[in-house]
């Protein structure tokens, strides 16, 4: 621990994004309130008990975005909120429309906002339920192509760095506006190439359907300027399937067969 820091609130801590976003901030010393729909569930709330500096420095209440006035006792006497909490299930959610009327509302408040926007999240998953892009990976390493044939050309960003980039932003004051936080961009032919050579153990779809999608990449500099530099897909996947088989979503990987291209030496 990195000594006593102040006190924040993490909206939604049991998710996926967010359960991490809680360790990093305790293993930096920050007291933080963590808001959940159920304070009394026990078993979704256990990943975040277990937490290094949890009983110590972790709270837990209720709070639910479609109650005005929910979260007041959560972010009272908090000099930070980190507001992750979200419907993400529903399809009537609208990501973009839910930052411009956060903007919106916050410049009309005179409250400092930041925002972090990550591509698609990869890495271990705290919480007992795997969240939907957890699950899509999941699928994906079994070698079903339905969800990524859709995706497409997309972002992957470790969801340590995604934590770290949060607490970045924050604790800089000359942050402002919006940060894209992303590792690697890659076309879905390109990322079952490399999954295939990295883990050939695994069902990975040996090819998608051409999808004609342009060209495109994101430009990370404003938040490289912060000094932060992002880790490469390797460790996204190795990290995210290490975890998998942990909890038993995979089967053991061949010896060998992982870390490939990071130890050619050993093979
Ligand atoms: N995962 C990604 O790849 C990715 C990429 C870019 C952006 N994001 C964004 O990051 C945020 C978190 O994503 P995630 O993947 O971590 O999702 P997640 O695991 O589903 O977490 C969402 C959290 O929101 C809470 N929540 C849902 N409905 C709520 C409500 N009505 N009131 C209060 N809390 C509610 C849930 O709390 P309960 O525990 O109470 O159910 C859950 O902990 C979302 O805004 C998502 O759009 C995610």
Redesign the pocket.
């Known amino acids: 621990m990195n000594g006593e820091k102040g006190k924040v609130c993490v909206?939604?801590?049991?998710?996926?994004?967010?359960s991490w976003l809680v360790k990093r901030l305790l293993l930096a010393g920050y007291h933080v309130i963590g808001?959940?729909?159920?304070p009394g569930n026990e078993r979704?709330l256990a990943h975040l008990w277990k937490l290094e500096g949890a009983k110590e420095r972790l709270q837990l209440v209720r709070?639910?975005?479609?109650e005005e006035g929910s979260f007041d006792e959560a972010i009272i006497g908090c000099q930070g909120v980190f507001h992750?909490?979200?419907?993400?299930?529903k399809p009537s959610?609208d990501?973009e429309a839910?930052e411009k009327a956060a903007w919106e509302f916050c410049n009309e408040n005179k409250i400092d906002l930041v925002t972090v926007?990550?591509?698609?999240?990869i890495g271990p998953c705290l919480?007992p339920d795997l969240?939907?892009?957890a699950s899509d990976v999941l699928g994906l390493l079994k070698g079903e192509t339905k969800q990524f044939q859709w995706h497409g050309r997309m972002g992957y960003v470790h969801i340590d760095d995604v934590a770290l980039c949060h607490i970045l932003v924050y604790e800089n004051e000359a942050a402002n506006g919006r940060y894209l936080c992303n590792s690697t961009v890659m076309d879905n032919n390109e990322l079952a190439s490399f999954l295939s050579l990295r883990y050939p153990s695994l069902s990975v779809p040996k090819r998608f359907e051409e999808d004609g999608r342009p060209y495109y990449e994101f430009n990370t500099s404003k938040i490289k300027s912060l000094g932060f530099n992002f880790r490469p897909i390797e460790d996204m996947f190795d990290d995210c399937i290490e975890s998998l088989v942990e909890q038993g979503h995979l089967p053991p990987l061949q010896r060998g067969h992982q870390r490939l291209r990071a130890s050619p030496i050993a093979i």
């Open positions: 909206t939604g801590a049991s998710g996926f994004l967010a808001t959940v729909r159920d979704k709070a639910e975005l479609l992750t909490a979200s419907p993400v299930m959610f990501p839910s926007l990550p591509t698609f999240v919480p969240c939907s892009t």
